[in-house]
């Protein structure tokens, strides 16, 4: 086959740029010793012509217009760029809405706006459109008096929309999966985070461990990556003490840190089932 290979670019990848590249580079290195035509294309280059798969890690709207075309002549890419473009917070937010998944409950709010809704605290302000890259994009907000001035710091970095979600009591654990559909062939591993992109597990403290329906974590999961389109993705959830999932995140080709190795594998086997 012939591939080409588009990693993250370095702005969408704050502070994960070294673990989003390991998992990048493993899977560039285990195609090429398959024997397949793997060709790096830096984000912001054009696409060969005539590939017959794109691998790629791309959030830029540029590369993803790139990656479209392609696919309209017959390139597969994984993720595609519609199912990349689905992850962008408020469309994945009203992807599950419509799917019926429990997330927290959330408000729509619009930055420019001269007085705020009545709210409950505490919860979470999060910037609506695209992926988390500031450690303002997603704060965690105590008071009124918070949300006024993280809306207004929102506005002033010309950030128009935003969802203030409630804050959920529990444990947050990450779940990685990798296949459109589920079944219990496909990849899926979760854990509790010991660390983030910026820091905000620590808001839930330490983990509890509540007992919760694992099985269900796992068809929920492939059921929110299966209505986004992604076939490589990761997410976060929060386990309350009585058991409840509440999906908070779906990431498209997370880096897979964890397991690595056989996230790469198991990436190389999808790509090369598109032959």
């Known amino acids: 086959m012939k591939i080409a290979a588009i990693p993250r670019a370095l702005a969408d990848s704050p502070n994960m740029s070294e673990k989003d590249m390991a998992l ?26 005539g590939c017959d798969a794109i691998f790629h890690m791309t959030r830029t709207a540029q590369m993803l217009d790139r990656i479209a075309a392609r696919e309209k002549e017959g390139a597969a890419a994984i993720n595609s760029a519609a199912a990349t473009r689905n992850c962008s917070r ?109 820091g905000h597990e620590k808001i839930n403290g330490v983990p ?4 919760f329906d694992e099985e269900k974590l796992r068809t929920t999961a492939f059921k929110a990556a299966a209505a986004i389109g992604v076939e490589i993705f990761g997410g976060d959830c929060i386990i309350s003490p009585d058991g409840r999932i509440y999906i908070i995140d779906i990431n498209d080709c997370p880096s897979f840190s964890a397991y690595r190795e056989e996230a790469a594998e198991e990436i190389v086997r999808l790509i090369t089932s598109k032959k």
């Open 24 to 49: 990048f580079r493993l899977t560039v290195e285990k195609l090429s010793e398959e024997g397949h035509c793997t060709v790096v294309i830096e984000d912001g280059d054009e696409i060969p012509a």
């Open 90 to 198: 408020i469309t994945f937010t009203e992807i599950l809405t419509r799917e019926g998944i429990e997330q927290p409950h959330y408000t729509l709010l619009d930055t420019s706006m001269s007085t705020t809704p009545a709210l409950r605290f505490p919860g979470w302000l999060k910037k609506s459109d695209g992926w988390s890259s500031h450690p303002d994009d997603v704060q965690y907000i105590a008071t009124k008096e918070a949300l006024i001035n993280a809306i207004g710091n929102l506005r002033t970095r010309g950030i128009d929309k935003a969802i203030y979600s409630e804050h959920i009591e529990g444990d947050i654990v990450k779940f990685y999966g990798i296949g459109r559909n589920d079944n219990r062939d496909k990849f899926f591993r979760l854990h509790y985070p010991t660390d983030g992109k910026f």
């Open 208 to 211: 509890h461990k509540y007992p």
